[in-house]
């Protein structure tokens, strides 16, 4: 079975279908057919924008709002990411969007950390298939009037750091306020010694990239647009920055639009430290074995560069070096 990292995977948009409609019938909400529900929960062929594509999180967000909904959400994901073959994940959240009912944030992220710790006390592995270790990742998000929220996320990531979470990030809408405006946030998370990881390139262009870069990031969730601008490109290869590539979700979201000219083996030639990873499983029906096959059908990826893809995986991982010496070992089986 081929092992897989995953660097970049949202908790909200990879929601398991089978997940939310037990989660929908514990709460007695009317339960549509499954070609309905899959339209209220996936973007097909016609979704416009990332606008668009952020619509899609509305019904998960509705099950995230309990310890029970959450600890079931990342426990049952965790063994879906397992079967395909994972063998280290960070799974990142934003604890702010889930505290519309009972939950603070601190709760929010004992819970999805009990789901975790579930997870990985229950896993039994068969035939010598090895273990999937996984961190969460804490999202800060793009609003107007969340400075207090925000600022919280950082602390708390500090608290719970090598407890469960491994970092943080900056996600939500791309373009109405740049990424510079949240640099206090992450000079306060260096200050606490939190790795973190930013949006940046996938809606806007490379000008975000160089703000987040000015930021202190070293890892870059998407970062695509960077191609645009071949300064910027060398630069970020110059300093191994990690790009965060999403192939089926920067469709979706209109960030590229042809497949065929998806542009992660000419960057990994150039010696850019790209990885790819799946972003949002249900929303862009997709999975990371799925993203490989379609970049190896669509752009002839080789067993050679999905190698170096893992081996980028496995050194911008925030995890422990003995972590990284396990994921090294497994592929050079
Ligand atoms: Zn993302």
Known sequence: MKKFIDLHLHLDGSVPFTTVKKLMAEHNLPIPSDHDLRQQLSVNANCKSLDQFLEKFALPNKLMQTRHDLETIVYDLLTELKQQGLVYAEIRFAPQLHTKNELTQKTVIEAAIAGLNRFLADQQSKNNQPELHAGLILCLMRFKNNQV?????????KKFLHHGVVGIDLAGSEGPIPNIKYKPFF?????LGIPF???AGEAAGPDSIRQALAMGAHRIGHGIHCIEDPELTKELIQQQTVLECCATSNMDTKAFNRITSYPIKNLLHKGMKVTLNSDDMTVSNTNLPREYKLLEEKTNLTSEEETTLYLNAVDAAFTSPDEKIRLRALIQK
Do not use: P, S
Request: glycine share 0%; aromatic share 0%.
């Open 187 to 191: 000079d306060r998370a260096i200050k």
């Open 197 to 199: 990881t930013i949006h």
């Open 149 to 157: 929220e925000n600022m919280k996320t950082v602390e708390l990531a």
